[in-house]
């Protein structure tokens, strides 16, 4: 069925794009990501103007989130004073973030930049968490029984202005959670994304989160995030498809329950193994296209809509 | 009298040169002159007939016609990848003047057997010409390997189409040809204009004015971003959120019965 979408001036088939918006729906509710980083290339692929893709992609993934996010709650594997705390820091690096981008604009080659940052952070991100996840996937595996240790308690615990977080079992300082969601906003600002695939390993491996915890918080913070900047793309480049978007959130909703479930009844390392395998494959990806020669050179942008 | 005569030879004279240079006539017209896009829109096929009216000693002699389609044309960047320290990056761009989103060119017969080059720099009829790349050389050594690459892109995604034997002759004086437009057009004026040639030279012309419009829901959606863009971006929240909360009740639902 074709559907021809208002802002994007493009005839879509319309069960591609649920199927799309499911994809990424599952993966959402599954590891608590936006998955803005899969959906915004596939929608390109799918022939969506770069513009509209991501601006659209936001709104789909406030959705999928708020799906995800609800189901988490019910649970009760959402930390709210985490999420809210980890989005005042993102809230500052986002402005942070915006700054950057914009020198980074003046200093042309943005888009390239953007792309080795990706390359860079996914790659150490995804490796260090496919190594841990696998070594604590084999310690499960070998039934020996893990010898009781107390929780690590690294540099997070040492630091002033404590602050309980009930649903995850924290008592740590406020100052962590704050750096790391203004990290966090800095790389959304500049990557346009809500951030989720950094996020969660920094709250398993810095604040020492425990890995259901994660999954919900995180979803909880995207929500904000993503939902400022569909505005912000609404209201400054008119970018957001209505129609697009109603067709990727009604795969991505339903999605985001049934990865919800698939999360749940998976091991917290195994989780971990598959999400850094997801980050990993998004990493290789974006390295390939750097390194092997484009089969077309040339890239057409209608000026108007400048990305 | 002495006096009107003159005036009235000149007259004469001026019309006999006007009907002389009015021996060719095209008369033509399109199947719908606008088309609607509406949310089911897939594309839309355009007939063009028409006929050539003539007179003079010419008449009844085989004639030429192309037929072309021309959407509303606006600046396009072209960008080219380079290899630099082992990675392929954008390396070079040339912005082109005004590049039409949307071109057909349907023909009769092979293009370079009925229109010569200085009819077509006059009158900018074949896609190269009708790309306005004012200043290219100035920005990059290579410029026209740039505009190439835009006619290659958008012939491949159906956006430039060439039709040589596109146009039927239906007899003598009556042609008639179907352009096709693709389901990615965007809206705007289009132009259709139909030229009769003979000897490679345009001896007559028609234009004609195709309106694409969105309509309904789609001209309902745009108007809504475009004007009052910060009830859109909330109406687009409101919308993802309502349809989050619903799937999650929905499921709860389900399982829960």
Known sequence: MQIYLPIAEVSVNAFQLLGLGGLVGVLSGMFGVGGGFLLTPLLFFAGIPPAVAVATGANQIVASSVSGVLAHFRRKTVDIRMGFVLQAGGLVGAAMGIAVFNMLKALGQVDLLITLFYVVFLGIVGSLMLVESLRALRRSKSDVPKPYTRRQRNWVHTWPLKMRFRASGLYISVIPPLLVGMSVGVLAAIMGVGGGFIMVPAMIYILGMPTKVVVGTSLFQIILVAAFSTLLHAITNHTVDMILALLLLIGGVVGAQFGTQIGTKLKAEQLRVLLAALVLAVCGKLAADLLIEPRELFSISESGGHS | ?257
């Open chain 2, 1 to 257: 009298m002495r006096r009107v005569l003159p005036a009235v030879l000149a007259l004469a004279a001026a019309l006999g040169i006007t009907a002389a240079a009015k021996a060719q006539t095209v008369v033509a017209d399109l199947s719908q002159s606008r088309v609607a896009i509406t949310t089911n829109f897939a594309g839309s096929q355009i007939l063009v007939f028409g006929a050539v009216q003539e007179t003079g000693p010419d008449a009844g002699t085989p004639f030429d016609i192309i037929v072309t389609v021309s959407g509303p044309r606006e600046p396009v960047t072209v960008r080219k990848k380079d290899r630099v320290a082992g990675i392929w990056v954008n390396t070079e761009a040339v912005d082109i003047t005004a590049a039409p989103a949307f071109y057909a060119i349907s023909t009769n017969r092979r293009m370079e057997q009925i229109l010569s080059m200085t009819e077509d720099l006059r009158r900018s009829i074949t896609i190269p010409r009708a790309i306005r790349s004012a200043g290219l050389a100035s920005q990059v050594d290579e410029a026209e390997e740039f505009t190439e690459a835009l006619i290659r892109l958008r012939e491949r995604n159906g956006s430039y189409r060439v039709e040589e034997h596109g146009v039927t002759m239906i007899g003598q004086p009556l042609f008639r040809t179907d352009i096709n437009l693709p389901s990615n057009i965007s809206e705007g004026r289009y132009t259709a204009r139909i030229f009769m040639l003979r000897d490679k030279e345009v001896i007559a012309s028609y234009t004609d004015v195709l309106d694409v419009r969105k309509v309904g829901l789609e001209r309902w959606i745009y108007n809504l971003a475009q004007e009052q863009a910060m009830i859109y971006g909330l109406l687009s929240l409101a919308i993802a959120m309502a349809a989050g909360w619903g799937a999650s009740a929905a499921f709860r639902y389900i399982r829960g019965s």
